[in-house]
T-cell receptor
Framework: EDQVTQSPEALRLQEGESSSLNCSYT??????LFWYRQDPGKGPEFLFT???AGEEKEKERLKATLTKKESFLHITAPKPEDSATYLC??????????????FGTGTRLQVFP | DADVTQTPRNRITKTGKRIMLECSQT?????MYWYRQDPGLGLRLIYY???????NKGEISDGYSVSRQAQAKFSLSLESAIPNQTALYFC?????????FGPGTRLTVT
């Protein structure tokens, strides 16, 4: 069964304390892995798309990496404004081309000053 | 201005009532989606539409219906609301596989 698992469920960091969030997936024929940021009461905001193992993308303090079985979202020297829930999703090839995304349940990140 | 807007942002309704959630977009995307989000379950697809004449069921379509009034408008209806439809509802558009989400509607069914 196609599945996306994110860990940890919650992460508390001190400002400046770097860490990584994990997204492991089991899908047949990955056609893209997506990272989103979601603030409380708001819709998910697109961060990155990764397509092949070894690929990396960066944006400010965030860097996403991809292997054949998992992706990491590395947060370097986080600030309180990085506090949010980070969602991972994978796109699965479907015969009917639904653009179906399989979402994980997210990692809730809190960064304290 | 937001590219994907949803109305209402919050709604409390009673069991058995019909309710409509509306979504508009200015991104010019053909593909539109409705998701619901529940704690611990992640985002799940309710319905999707690739153009005005194309409507498809997602993984949890029972109890819901949709209407694509125009390229920019996609509404979700609950014909007879029930308490387990209490959730956050998100509309999204898509371009080259990337989804762009609206701000969400928090729906409570009492």
């Amino acid at each position: 069964e196609d599945q996306v698992t994110q860990s940890p469920e919650a992460l508390r960091l001190q400002e400046g304390e770097s860490s990584s969030l994990n997204c492991s997936y089991t899908v047949s024929g990955l056609r893209g892995l997506f990272w989103y940021r979601q603030d409380p009461g708001k819709g998910p905001e697109f961060l990155f798309t990764l397509y092949s193992a070894g690929e990396e993308k960066e944006k400010e303090r965030l860097k996403a990496t991809l292997t054949k079985k998992e992706s990491f979202l590395h947060i370097t020297a986080p600030k309180p404004e990085d506090s949010a829930t980070y969602l991972c999703a994978v796109r699965n090839p479907n015969p009917d081309n639904t653009d179906k995304l399989i979402f994980g349940t997210g990692t809730r990140l809190q960064v304290f000053p | 201005d937001a590219d994907v807007t949803q109305t209402p942002r919050n709604r409390i309704t009673k069991t058995g009532k019909r309710i409509m959630l509306e979504c508009s977009q200015t991104k010019g995307h053909d593909r539109m989606y409705w998701y619901r989000q529940d704690p611990g379950l992640g985002l799940r697809l309710i319905y999707y539409s690739f153009d005005v004449k194309d409507i498809n069921k997602g993984e949890i379509s029972d109890g819901y219906s949709v209407s694509r009034q125009a390229q920019a408008k996609f509404s979700l209806s609950l014909e007879s609301a029930i308490p387990n439809q209490t959730a956050l509802y998100f509309c999204a558009t898509s371009y080259r596989g990337t989804k762009y989400f609206g701000p969400g509607t928090r729906l409570t069914v009492t």
